[in-house]
């Protein structure tokens, strides 16, 4: 495990992508809203990365252990009375360990909620105490929720995804910053066609809390850079976002961004790291589908006066996940029945 190399690679999974290339891109991207987002977000995934590592380590002296396999997890048999069953227990839950939390934090996985908190927490204070106090607080929490789920019979189907960020998040700036219930276009509007095109790009960039082109060009870059699957999902569903909110909520929130990055993450996942199988028209038209329907939510939970954060990424990935997962246990009992 390479500590340092995961809170790098956390940034790149903050868009499902566990590579360099979008985790560079992503960095320098964060760098373009400003510097000090960058240095949160890295300061976050290590918050969380580090709280992860601890969490794991008070588990094994426990005797506590996850298995991988099948998504399951166990609590190891009781450790034996005699050294030499202690000894063998004590290096079976060191293996188990070694294969499990430390590998994910060197991929990032137990990192990029807190590096998304890093960023809402320079937008809510702007640097400072207080966005350090936030970060390291928020951070600590994401990570006791990615812990805690599993213990709360948390679905195996289900990826937490940002969900921690958006939870601890939206909190927190309901507390602390009371969010706007009607944010306008925070750039000057031309034609439509404009609009709708630099509206997209914005939405990549709004995905880590900015909003310029040069940011969501380089978003898109470390997309392609991932794959072209990734890099064409991720353009794709920007643009289907900021398309279906311009004709449905309006100029201003399209041309700024703020109803593509949904979209663009929901295509990234249900298109490239959560695919379903069957026919080629669902493969392509749910991802689709689902990519507006987070503008729907975006304006929804807009309404009420929570900050959108990811949430739409987030609700609308779970409802997909857990439809497959019902529809495949549906299938699984009728062949059983049809076997008997």
């Given at each position: 495990m390479n500590f340092l190399r995961g809170i790098v690679r956390a940034q790149g999974q903050i868009f499902l992508q566990a590579g360099w290339g979008p985790a560079v891109f992503a960095l320098a991207a964060m760098t373009v809203a400003s510097a000090w987002f960058a240095l949160a977000a890295l300061a976050g995934a290590a918050v969380q990365?580090?709280?992860?590592?601890?969490?794991?380590?008070?588990?094994?002296?426990?005797?506590?252990?996850?298995?991988?396999?099948?998504?399951?997890?166990?609590?190891?048999?009781?450790?034996?009375?005699?050294?030499?069953?202690?000894?063998?227990?004590a290096k079976a839950l060191a293996r188990n360990r070694a294969g499990t939390i430390p590998a994910e934090v060197d991929q990032g996985l137990h990192g990029f909620n807190g590096a998304l908190t890093g960023c809402a927490a320079v937008l809510a204070c702007g640097p400072g105490i207080p966005a350090a106090l936030w970060t390291l607080a928020g951070s600590a929490v994401c990570a006791l929720i990615v812990w805690g789920a599993p213990k709360l019979s948390w679905p195996d189907f289900?990826?937490?995804?940002?969900?921690?960020?958006?939870?601890?998040?939206?909190?927190?700036?309901?507390?602390?910053?009371?969010?706007?219930?009607?944010?306008?276009?925070?750039?000057?509007?031309?034609?439509?066609?404009?609009?709708?095109?630099?509206?997209a790009v914005r939405g990549a960039h709004q995905v880590i809390l900015g909003g310029s082109v040069l940011g969501g060009l380089l978003v898109l870059a470390g997309m392609f850079a991932a794959g072209w699957r990734a890099g064409?999902?991720?353009?794709?569903?920007?643009?289907?976002?900021?398309?279906?909110?311009?004709?449905?909520?309006?100029?201003?929130?399209?041309?700024?961004g703020l109803l593509g990055y949904g979209a663009l993450l929901v295509t990234v996942a249900l298109g490239v790291a959560f695919p379903a199988r069957g026919s080629l028209a669902s493969r392509i038209g749910v991802p689709l589908l689902a990519a507006a329907v987070?503008?729907?939510?975006?304006?929804?939970?807009?309404?009420?006066?929570?900050?959108?954060?990811?949430?739409p990424f987030v609700l609308v990935?779970?409802?997909?996940?857990?439809?497959?997962?019902?529809?495949?246990?549906a299938g699984e009992a009728r062949s059983t029945t049809g076997a008997v």
């Open positions: 990365a580090g709280c992860a590592l601890a969490l794991a380590g008070w588990d094994d002296a426990r005797g506590l252990h996850r298995f991988r396999e099948g998504g399951t997890r166990a609590r190891s048999r009781a450790l034996g009375h005699d050294p030499e069953s202690s000894r063998v227990d289900l990826p937490l995804l940002t969900g921690p960020f958006c939870l601890v998040n939206s909190i927190a700036v309901a507390v602390a910053v009371p969010f706007e219930r009607t944010p306008g276009a925070v750039v000057p509007l031309g034609s439509p066609v404009h609009d709708v095109l630099a509206g064409v999902w991720a353009t794709v569903g920007t643009l289907v976002g900021t398309l279906a909110g311009f004709v449905g909520i309006g100029q201003g929130p399209a041309a700024s987070t503008v729907l939510l975006w304006w929804a939970i807009t309404a009420v006066g929570v900050a959108p954060y990811t949430w990935t779970w409802t997909v996940l857990a439809l497959r997962s019902r529809q495949r246990r």
